[in-house]
């Protein structure tokens, strides 16, 4: 697999404003992020809200211009996007087809051939023919994620940005919509960057994941590894973090994670030196 995306000292800076407008300060969003994403893999971005995850995202997609450095597509295709909200991410005025076939129109497709290829879409994800002319609201939280997902797909893009894209769903719709991004990933040799909170669905989904703090990468590891042997103190204060099946142990360890907040305020944050094959983590 070669690299696809390469990203080399990302940073992305945002102005803090007081009530009166006036500049008093600034945010490193995004703090000299480097790292390549190679052709056909997942790599999940794990961290707390605000760490930058999401900003991350859309600096590659082009969404957002960064402040400094750059980010490379070595390759040819279409770059997407699936968000959090499938039902604010579709217009609820136009039928599931139609909301398919608009990416693609836009890019000047004929009618007849953005049906087609809306239609091919929708089927891969799972969405009935006699239910393609249907609006979102006829459809469940998981179907308008599967319909978010044909728009996705529909302009074959070699390259997407999952934001989030089973959060809002119940669980046993989760693992469907992960079962259905792995399946997509095969059949349409897709790449993947999977942005999410959730630690146990990105160690179902992520060939790699890289642990974001404040910014920068504190931790960048092959999934299995990262979770059988994580490195970083940060990494392991999230891994504590995940919720267990019994709510009292759940309690006891969310408890023991929150009684220590200060250790936080020192944690390492400089550059990533590799420590195994592959296994990065910030010194």
């Given at each position: ?5 390469r ?20 945010l ?8 390549e994403i190679?052709?056909g893999?997942?790599?999940g ?18 969404v957002?211009?960064?402040?400094a450095?750059a ?5 040819s295709?279409e ?5 959090q ?7 609820p005025h136009?039928s599931?087809?139609a ?10 497709a ?27 609201r006829?459809?469940?939280g998981?179907q308008?994620q599967r319909?978010a997902i044909?728009r996705?797909?529909a302009?074959r ?11 809002a769903?119940?669980m ?5 919509v992960?079962?259905l ?5 095969r ?9 999410s909170h ?6 179902e989904i ?8 404040r ?6 590891a ?10 970083h ?7 504590d973090?995940?919720?267990?099946p ?5 309690r006891?360890r969310l ?24 296994h990065?983590?910030?010194g």
């Amino acid at each position: 697999m070669g690299g696809l995306i390469r990203v080399g000292d990302l940073r992305k800076t945002y102005p803090v404003r007081n009530a009166w407008g006036r500049k008093i300060g600034s945010l490193d969003a995004v703090d000299g992020v480097t790292l390549e994403i190679a052709a056909g893999e997942t790599l999940g971005v794990v961290g707390e809200s605000g760490s930058g995850k999401s900003t991350l995202g859309r600096l590659i997609l082009g969404v957002e211009r960064p402040t400094a450095g750059a980010v490379e597509h070595t390759g040819s295709g279409e770059m997407q996007i699936i968000h959090q909200d499938p039902f604010s991410a579709l217009n609820p005025h136009r039928s599931a087809l139609a909301s398919v076939m608009e990416p693609l129109t836009a890019r000047g497709a004929s009618a007849a051939s953005a049906e087609a290829a809306a239609r091919e879409a929708l089927a891969a994800v799972g969405i009935d023919e006699d239910a393609v002319r249907k609006r979102p609201r006829a459809f469940s939280g998981g179907q308008r994620q599967r319909i978010a997902i044909a728009r996705a797909i529909a302009p074959r893009p070699a390259f997407i940005v999952c934001d989030e894209p089973v959060s809002a769903l119940d669980m046993s719709i989760q693992a469907q919509v992960t079962d259905l991004l792995k399946d997509l990933q095969r059949e349409f040799d897709l790449t993947y960057l999977f942005i999410s909170h959730d630690l146990s669905v990105v160690r179902e989904i992520a060939t790699r994941t890289a642990v974001m703090r404040r910014g920068r990468i504190v931790e960048l590891a092959p999934t299995a590894e990262l979770f059988a042997a994580p490195r970083h103190p940060y990494t392991r204060r999230l891994l504590d973090a995940v919720l267990l099946p019994d709510p009292v142990r759940a309690r006891e360890r969310l408890a023991q994670v929150a009684a220590r907040p200060a250790a936080a305020e020192a944690l390492p944050d400089g550059p990533l030196v590799e420590v195994s094959p592959d296994h990065f983590v910030a010194g």
